[in-house]
């Protein structure tokens, strides 16, 4: 079994009809931070977050705010080594891909970009695993396309501040996205619920789940 | 986060000692340039390495490393395995291990890190490879200034 899923189809290549990057309002983001601002007035805790995607600096800075233990999952960087569903493979180890040693438990799991390109059948074992090293009420955000396609590399996603990021395309190859609705990316999670989602202005769609169950 | 006023006097320290270890005729690669001890690229060091000085590696150093009050630099050619305690540790090659930094850990763009950090400051340059976990404590670690600059990122 495969982890992830490789992009559908060949990468078609276009002439880009947006520049690379855009700037995105995210309003559940926004509510998150305030969250966690309340929650750190009221019990001061440590923060266990996990980024599923590259260590970003950006990334870093911005939640250095909080006092937080930070976990880098890069679990897209594994993605070439994985292959394609369908093959004979063996199952999915998540404790060797997304080892997360000598933590007390996630508060917040960030998935900016990340479920877009991963195999809808693998989802459920993800969320999973990730629920399992959740503490309750955890928070997990994500931002998953709603339209026919999607950049054949995940966005690159900067915080400008709690109410705006910046996304950055890398290169021009686009590909099919899953688009998910909303019912059935929470089937595809069924250990998180939907406690907020919107639309944004480029097709993106915010969602911020909590979870729901261990 | 980035600063550079801070970042640039690091740069100028290693230089000189740097230069000391390229020629490749010179078959010995521990120097001091008076301010930072270099490891040479062809040294091989395996075993724990304690010092009051600031120290930039470009060799391979296996073990643990500890500069309590001092700057540890690993140089671009620099390969290191090992648990590393400093008061700020500056990642320019490859390190695996934990790093320990009293004032900060930063990895530079061509920097390639995989282990955890401990550290009130954690500067990561664009392009620097990192795997791993922060441990990060702004109420401890930082002035209020700064913590109210990353508010405002």
Same mark, same amino acid.
């Given at each position: 079994?495969?982890?992830?899923?490789?992009?559908?189809?060949?990468?078609?290549?276009?002439?880009?009809? *947006?520049?690379?990057?855009?700037?995105?309002? #995210?309003? +559940?983001?926004?509510?998150?931070?305030?969250?966690?601002?309340?929650?750190?007035?009221?019990?001061?805790?440590?923060?266990?977050?996990?980024?599923?995607?590259?260590?970003?600096?950006?990334?870093? *800075?911005?939640?250095?705010?909080?006092? #937080?233990?930070?976990?880098?999952?890069?679990?897209?960087?594994?993605?070439? /080594?994985?292959?394609?569903?369908?093959?004979?493979?063996?199952?999915?180890?998540?404790?060797?891909?997304?080892?997360?040693?000598?933590?007390?438990?996630?508060?917040?799991?960030?998935?900016?970009?990340?479920?877009?390109?991963?195999?809808?059948?693998?989802?459920?074992?993800? /969320?999973?695993?990730?629920?399992?090293?959740?503490?309750?009420? +955890?928070?997990?955000?994500?931002?998953?396309?709603?339209?026919?396609?999607?950049?054949?590399?995940? =966005?690159?996603?900067?915080?400008?501040?709690?109410?705006?990021?910046? #996304?950055?395309?890398?290169?021009?190859?686009?590909?099919?996205?899953? #688009?998910?609705?909303?019912?059935?990316?929470?089937?595809?999670?069924?250990?998180?619920?939907?406690?907020?989602?919107? =639309?944004?202005?480029?097709? =993106?769609?915010?969602?911020?789940?909590?979870?729901?169950?261990? | 986060?980035?600063?550079?006023?801070?970042?640039?006097?690091?740069?100028?320290?290693?230089?000189?000692?740097?230069?000391?270890?390229?020629?490749?005729?010179?078959?010995?690669?521990?120097?001091?340039?008076?301010?930072?001890?270099?490891?040479?690229?062809?040294?091989?060091?395996?075993?724990?390495?304690?010092?009051?000085?600031?120290?930039?590696?470009?060799?391979?150093?296996?073990?643990?490393?500890?500069?309590?009050?001092?700057?540890?630099?690993?140089?671009?050619?620099?390969?290191?395995? +090992?648990? +590393?305690?400093?008061?700020?540790?500056?990642?320019?090659?490859?390190?695996?291990?934990?790093?320990?930094?009293?004032?900060?850990?930063?990895?530079?763009?061509?920097?390639?890190?995989?282990?955890?950090?401990?550290?009130?400051?954690?500067? =990561?340059?664009?392009?620097?490879?990192?795997?791993? /976990?922060?441990?990060?404590?702004?109420?401890?670690?930082?002035?209020?200034? *700064?913590?109210?600059?990353?508010?405002?990122?």
């Amino acid at each position: 079994m495969a982890l992830f899923a490789k992009p559908r189809g060949e990468p078609q290549v276009r002439q880009p009809a *947006q520049p690379g990057f855009s700037e995105l309002g #995210c309003p +559940a983001f926004a509510g998150l931070v305030e969250a966690m601002h309340a929650r750190e007035e009221k019990t001061d805790p440590k923060f266990g977050i996990l980024d599923l995607a590259k260590a970003s600096g950006n990334h870093i *800075q911005f939640f250095s705010q909080f006092r #937080c233990k930070y976990h880098i999952g890069d679990v897209l960087d594994a993605m070439e /080594s994985w292959p394609v569903p369908g093959e004979d493979t063996p199952v999915v180890d998540l404790e060797t891909l997304l080892p997360l040693h000598n933590t007390d438990g996630l508060d917040l799991i960030l998935a900016w970009d990340g479920l877009n390109y991963l195999h809808p059948e693998l989802l459920p074992l993800l /969320s999973g695993h990730l629920a399992g090293k959740c503490n309750p009420g +955890a928070w997990l955000h994500a931002f998953v396309y709603t339209r026919g396609d999607m950049p054949a590399l995940p =966005l690159r996603f900067d915080i400008l501040s709690p109410e705006k990021m910046r #996304c950055t395309r890398r290169g021009d190859d686009w590909v099919g996205a899953p #688009c998910p609705p909303q019912r059935v990316l929470e089937s595809r999670l069924p250990e998180f619920r939907v406690v907020q989602s919107r =639309l944004l202005q480029n097709g =993106l769609h915010e969602y911020l789940f909590q979870v729901s169950r261990h | 986060m980035f600063d550079k006023s801070k970042k640039e006097p690091e740069k100028k320290a290693a230089a000189p000692a740097a230069k000391s270890s390229a020629p490749a005729s010179k078959p010995a690669s521990v120097s001091n340039s008076g301010q930072t001890t270099t490891i040479g690229a062809s040294i091989n060091l395996n075993g724990e390495l304690k010092g009051n000085e600031d120290l930039l590696i470009q060799g391979q150093v296996e073990g643990n490393i500890f500069l309590k009050e001092h700057n540890l630099t690993i140089g671009e050619q620099g390969k290191i395995k +090992a648990n +590393a305690f400093a008061k700020t540790i500056t990642v320019r090659g490859e390190l695996t291990g934990d790093l320990n930094g009293l004032d900060k850990v930063t990895i530079t763009s061509t920097g390639r890190v995989r282990g955890n950090i401990i550290a009130p400051k954690v500067i =990561l340059e664009e392009g620097a490879t990192f795997k791993g /976990s922060i441990d990060m404590d702004a109420k401890a670690g930082k002035p209020a200034a *700064q913590a109210a600059s990353a508010k405002s990122a």
